[in-house]
């Protein structure tokens, strides 16, 4: 599954929210139940390891200069909730990318 974001940020400022909010990921994912590891193997991509209702998926998100694109492994006993899954994908990212709030 793959999920774009368009974003008029540039790649330096994506990066850098994106560091600072990627703790918020399992905030994003249906359930609320989910254990969510990032790491970043490249200045453009930050990979996910994902736990959640007992499956583990995969997933990594690169960073482009207009967009961010999610790609997102589902197992096929979790494939009937792909739309839910996109949908939180495209708000949680939007939150992501949002500018921290003010102090």
Do not use: C
Not at 7 to 28: C, K, P, T, W, Y
Not at 51 to 72: C, N, R, S, T, W
Not at 80 to 101: D, T
């Amino acid at each position: 599954m793959q999920v774009a974001i368009p974003h008029q940020l540039g790649r330096e400022e994506v990066r850098r929210r994106l560091r600072g909010s990627s703790h918020e990921i399992a905030d994003a994912i249906p359930g609320g139940m989910a254990d969510v590891e990032t790491d970043w193997p490249s200045e453009d991509r930050m990979t996910m390891a994902i736990k959640v209702m007992g499956q583990h998926l995969a997933g990594y998100i690169d960073i482009a200069e207009d967009q961010v694109v999610f790609f997102m492994d589902l197992p096929p006993a979790l494939s009937f909730i792909k739309p839910i899954v996109e949908g939180a994908i495209r708000q949680g990212g939007q939150k992501l990318l949002a500018p921290p709030p003010a102090e």
